[in-house]
């Protein structure tokens, strides 16, 4: 394995890692910030993979604009997710 | 308990779901050639297009149409967000200044990254970018405005009007290509006037390619902004 390609995994971990984050975490300004971070190391996979175009409107919208936007709509509601009573699901019931 | 097997189904289901994906996928042979149409496409794009980069060429020449569609469809998206906040008058109510770090940074940035955008969809068919990526730099810039200054709004009615005039210019460039070459989005610049055929690689070159890219870069970036604009003012009770 050379070094090119440990880049490659570590990217792709830190991706994973930043999405299971956005998801898990219940403040919901640092999730915004998680999933931009998901889309910053793709735009850097896609230029390491060779795709520039793609790399620039990911960096572009999926870093910038889409977390600006819901950076906003946090900024209008509320910060922290509530904790919703857990209903036992369907096939818990039966 | 619930939630821990309610959190185990899943995690069993998306692992079902991933293997079998895997097992699908690993059986397709990846970076071999597959289909004869990019090959067409890289032997042919200089002397059919006249652009550098196949990319650019693909997305705006030999699928012009599609690339209308996209342009619609973010209209439309742009539209959609327009009327469900219409309505009520809205003003910009943000009552802090953005920091010294953010007030001056923005100054000295945001007029370079506007020209970077500009950069990225004026030299569509030679570099990588193209009019979606400058458009969405452009925005970018708009953004920064908006967040270091209180009092600052895009002019409104200005970039209105370029949105409606660089629309319709994307559907008369080709009609002008119907009026003349027999199919909408033909590439009269190129192929009937044979403008700029031994400058290939350099700006003026790549037949209608750069005009339809500063117009899709124009509509994408005003568009963008105005999404900006719409989601960042609140309304006004009074």
Known sequence: ?94 | MVSILKRSLAIITLLIIGYWLAQGLSGVPFGQDKMLVGQYYLNHVKQQTGAVNAVTAVVVNYRGFDTLGEVTVLFIASTGVGALLWGQRRKRTARTEGSIVLTTGTRLLAPFVILFGAYIFIHGHLTPGGGFPGGATIATAFLLLYMAFTVYEIPHRAFEKTEGIVGMGYVIVGLIGLAIGGYFLFDWIWQTWHLGTNNIGRLFSGGFIPVIYTIIGLKVGTELSGIIDNMLKEEVSE
Do not use: H
């Open chain 1, 1 to 94: 394995m050379n070094c090119i390609t440990c880049i490659d995994y570590i990217i792709i971990a830190v991706m994973i890692i930043s999405a299971i984050l956005a998801v898990e975490w219940r403040d919901l300004l640092a999730a915004a910030v998680g999933m931009a971070a998901v889309s910053l190391f793709a735009s850097i996979l896609f230029f390491i993979l060779q795709a520039p175009d793609v790399a620039m409107t990911e960096a572009a919208i999926g870093a910038a604009l889409s977390g600006a936007i819901f950076i906003f709509a946090i900024k209008r509601t509320q910060r922290f997710e509530t904790e919703e009573e857990e209903r036992p699901g369907w096939w818990v019931r039966w």
